[in-house]
């Protein structure tokens, strides 16, 4: 490992290391455009410039490589005005429409000018234009003339993605970023190049003229797409309702882990968070008499949720949780289930149409936490029925309650009418979840359940890695984390257990990690932001 020098701090660090690297872990910031850590070189905004000692002229830091006994200075008067000079260059005719650009407040052109540029323009012809407000696939919108052609995102098409749907024609300071004939950037990645676009030329459709960057708040969550648990930031409004057409989760951004999705996400995950503030959320309490729905408070539909339990025996009860539950959700449930008997316990569903499945980050099961149901033992007992058992008992009126959790059955692969039939031949169905749907319609109890960006707690990936999510914004109406909702039956049905007596989520987990061998030893604070392998 090679030995250098920044800015007169020695550091070491591994073979084949770039010099922006090398000063990143130096704790120095050397300014660049079109270099991305998982992209490959291409050495063209010329603004990462360094004078190594011994050699002539600055260098880019981005081609090349520490040396051993190297000595770097990252601020010496010719790399300023080298800098200063290629600042000058990229905005030599850039329209300067920072007021009603979408990337103002996050934009690089603006960090770097205050930083490095506060040069006195000398520009006085007329600008080249080019195209504004082009929009290049479902969203994805570019506006040429503020583009500085880094090539990022030609060089992500090409490299990451290997569709190709970008390049760079014409030449000289008429070059421009354009879609090749035929083609439209819609591949299954396509938002990250919003992401690693450093200025304003690429920006998201969906969120453009939403709501300025400055009144975003964020919080580190984990998408609840798939099986994969992509690292995301949740961005959110929470302060303005009148912008945004009053959506609290504003956009979602992806978080760098190296073990799960590195810097990237799909579009299905991006874009999939409209149920959250969707009109169908439940907000409130409900018991159902015949077609009726009347809202109620949460110590009637409590106590009406401990009279059922206890009218029925455990072999007439059965419980379908879902994998879109947390862990302390699960666990929760499963300790529950436990204190009352029942073995007709699952969380499988079959989808009505298998879920789509790439080989880089796109998983089939379109549930977060699957492996987690799993590992808390969401699972018939011996002698219990599985989902689909149950729901045969159901239709014969051997099951007299049925408790069902987040899933919508009317659009799972058994038959809408096989399901209607079940629901109908049960004395009590409940629910509990975020949103209405064909099950919530025909339940005699609706629990609303808070969404996972409005509480915390963690969720396990298909390769066993729990990760933890933040709180983002508060619950809708008066809704619940599942956990909470499920400790407080718990607690008034008697129960002598930590997860009824629990008040956060993370004492829940400190349940589930005393009890359940995979998770032993984990707390909140070693699973961190990037989170921690299950034990085999």
Request: aromatic share 8%.
């Amino acid at each position: 490992m090679p030995k250098l020098t920044v800015n007169g701090k020695a550091i070491e660090v591994p073979e084949g290391t770039n010099l922006i690297e090398a000063a990143r872990m130096a704790g120095v910031e050397v300014p660049h455009y079109c270099y991305h850590p998982s992209l490959s070189i291409a050495g063209q905004c010329r603004l990462c410039m360094v004078d190594i000692e011994k050699v002539p002229r600055p260098q880019i830091a981005c081609n090349t490589q520490a040396a051993e006994g190297m000595v770097v200075d990252t601020e010496t008067p010719r790399v300023k005005d080298t800098r200063r000079s290629m600042m000058e260059f990229h905005l030599i005719n850039h329209p300067l429409d920072c007021p009603v650009c979408d990337q103002a407040g996050e934009c690089f052109l603006q960090i770097y000018y205050m930083k490095h540029g506060l040069y006195d323009p000398r520009m006085v012809d007329e600008k080249v234009h080019k195209p504004k407000a082009v929009p290049l696939g479902p969203h994805v919108i570019l506006d040429a003339e503020r583009c500085i052609l880094c090539s990022r995102c030609v060089r992500y098409c090409d490299e990451v993605t290997h569709t190709g749907e970008l390049g760079i024609f014409h030449r000289g300071d008429h070059s421009e970023i354009g879609l090749f004939p035929g083609q439209a950037l819609d591949n299954k990645y396509s938002g990250n190049v919003i992401d690693i676009c450093p200025v304003g030329a690429l920006t998201d459709r969906d969120f453009r003229f939403k709501v300025r960057v400055w009144y975003l708040d964020t919080a580190k969550s984990v998408c609840n797409g798939c099986a994969r648990g992509c690292n995301i930031e949740v961005h959110t409004n929470k302060h303005r309702p009148h912008h945004n057409e009053g959506r609290r989760v504003a956009r979602l951004k992806p978080r760098f882990n190296a073990e799960v999705n590195t810097w990237w996400i799909c579009d299905a995950g991006r874009y999939g968070f409209r149920w959250i503030d969707d009109k169908s959320r439940l907000r409130q309490p409900q018991h159902r008499a015949g077609s009726q729905g009347t809202d109620v408070s949460w110590d009637r539909a409590l106590q009406e949720m401990v009279t059922v339990l206890g009218r029925y025996p455990a072999a007439e009860i059965g419980i379908l949780a879902s994998p879109q539950m947390s862990n302390e959700d699960l666990w929760t449930l499963k300790r529950l289930a436990d204190h009352l008997g029942v073995k007709n316990l699952d969380f499988r569903v079959p989808p009505a149409v298998p879920g789509d499945q790439d080989e880089f980050l796109i998983r089939a099961d379109k549930n977060p936490n699957t492996r987690g149901a799993e590992l808390c033992g969401i699972a018939p007992a011996s002698g219990g029925l599985d989902a689909a058992g149950m729901l045969r008992a159901a239709r014969d009126k051997r099951l007299k309650l049925l408790w069902i959790f987040h899933h919508d059955l009317g659009t799972s692969a058994w038959p809408e009418a096989e399901v209607l039939s079940a629901l109908d031949g049960v004395e009590v169905a409940i629910f509990q979840g975020t949103n209405a749907n064909d099950v919530s319609a025909r339940a005699h109890l609706v629990l609303p359940s808070a969404a996972y960006v409005e509480r915390e707690g963690t969720f396990t990936n298909f390769q066993g890695r729990v990760q933890r999510f933040r709180t983002a914004v508060p619950p809708l109406g008066e809704a619940w984390p599942d956990w909470m909702i499920l400790s407080f039956i718990g607690k008034a049905l008697g129960f002598q257990d930590p997860v009824c007596t629990a008040e956060r989520a993370e004492q829940v987990f400190n349940a589930l990690a005393a009890g359940v061998p995979a998770f032993a030893g984990m707390t909140y604070r070693t699973i961190g932001d990037t989170g921690a392998m299950v034990k085999a």
